[in-house]
């Protein structure tokens, strides 16, 4: 939350235009016993993105197994 709340406070200068970023973010954990490799995993995380912006953006999403 920290970096994501740094990153919407940084004021952005592109030559006399400010730009206003967001940042969402979709984290996955691997859990050997039940998934079945690392594409696996890149798709939780994917899913958990998906989710983060399909809800307004500019947030964590968090898989948990």
């Not at 709340?5 to 730009?19: A, C, P, Q, V, Y």
């Not at 954990?29 to 399909?54: C, H, I, N, R």
Request: proline letters at 3%; glycine letters at 8%; a positive charge.
């Amino acid at each position: 939350q920290r970096i994501r709340k740094t990153i919407i406070d940084h004021k952005f200068e592109k030559g006399s235009n400010m730009l206003k970023l967001t940042v969402s973010v979709g984290i996955a954990s691997y859990a050997p016993e039940t998934d079945t490799g690392f594409p696996a995993l890149v798709q939780k995380a994917l899913d958990a993105l998906t989710s983060a912006m399909d809800q307004g953006g500019n947030q964590i999403k968090i898989v948990n197994n």
